[in-house]
Each structure stands twice: as structure tokens, then as C-alpha cells.
């Protein structure tokens, strides 16, 4: 049973940044995608980024192209997300998640919260204006 734990939230003033940590336990074996996705009040889960762990190809929403990075670090099984240039659209509480099968048949960006097996309890991030 693999579980992930992220950290690192917080409360900034516009334009201050934050990095967000994603853990996963066990740290054996290696899942096929990691994304990070967000949810504010009254809304529904937003998808921020992904990685696929074996090649490192990352893709990011819209919302948060140019000023989030997405990263990870293989040995200790912790995903990284870099804020940058946070705005107060961007409060929400960010929850990691992971997928540990491979499709053997069809093609997904994993863009929806559905195609993820195990989730994080989530990271107050909250951007003052």
C-alpha cells in the first residue's frame, strides 16, 4: 500500500514563492506517473503538473505554465513542486498523486483525478494579495 505525504504549504504574499514535497513510502519500486493537482473552495480539483518518472517528460496546466516547476528525486521517492510568482488564484489546498500501472492499451495525458490510484491528504497553500 503506498502512501504519499506532501508538505511545504503555507502562507505568502503575492509574488513570494513556495516548494511544495510530495513523500512516498514504501520507497521501493517506482510508480509510472506523479502529478500534483490543486482544489479551492467551492471548486473542483484542478490539475497542475505531472511527471513521468522514468523519462522526466512533464506536463503543466495552463494556469501554471511558465511559473510552477515540477521535479523529483529518484532515490528518496519525493516529488517537488516550485511556486513561483504566486497570485491569490492560486490558494488552494494541493494534493500529490501517483500511478503505478502502465495502460496497456489506450493513451492518457492524466490530466483527471480519476485516472490516479493513491493520493496525498493534502497542503494548505494560501497567496495573500
Known amino acids: 500500500q503506498v502512501q504519499l505525504v506532501e508538505s511545504g504549504g503555507g502562507l505568502v504574499q503575492a509574488g513570494e514563492s513556495l516548494r511544495l514535497s510530495c513523500a512516498a513510502s514504501p520507497r521501493t519500486g517506482s510508480p509510472y506517473i506523479m502529478g500534483w493537482f490543486r482544489q479551492a473552495s467551492g471548486k473542483e480539483r484542478e490539475f497542475v503538473a505531472n511527471?513521468?518518472?522514468?523519462?522526466?517528460?512533464?506536463i503543466y496546466g495552463d494556469s501554471v505554465k511558465g511559473r510552477f516547476t515540477i521535479s523529483k528525486d529518484n532515490a528518496k521517492r519525493t516529488m517537488y513542486l516550485q511556486m513561483n510568482s504566486l497570485r491569490p488564484e492560486d490558494t488552494a489546498v494541493y494534493y500529490c498523486?501517483?500511478?503505478?500501472?502502465?495502460?496497456?492499451?489506450?493513451?492518457?495525458?492524466?490530466?483527471?483525478?480519476?485516472?490516479?490510484?493513491?493520493w496525498g491528504q493534502g497542503t494548505q497553500v494560501t497567496v495573500s494579495s
Open positions: 511527471i513521468r518518472w522514468s523519462s522526466s517528460v512533464t
Open positions: 498523486a501517483s500511478v503505478i500501472t502502465r495502460p496497456i492499451y489506450g493513451v492518457s495525458f492524466y490530466l483527471q483525478p480519476r485516472e490516479y490510484d493513491y
